[in-house]
């Protein structure tokens, strides 16, 4: 009993991490993402006044 409740905590604490790992990749992306999107927003924007 006390086997399988350890073994059930392990597990537990293995799938957090993983879903942890899974959510700081997609935080970071986003941000990229976001960066990306200001940036070509701020340089259109500065190309297309010179017209």
Known sequence: M???DKKKKIQME???KLQQKKQHKKFTL?????AIIIFL???LNTIFKTF
Do not use: C, G, T
């Open 14 to 16: 293995y799938r957090e």
């Open 41 to 43: 927003f701020i340089v």
């Open 2 to 4: 006390k086997l399988d």
């Open 30 to 34: 986003e941000a990229i993402v976001v």
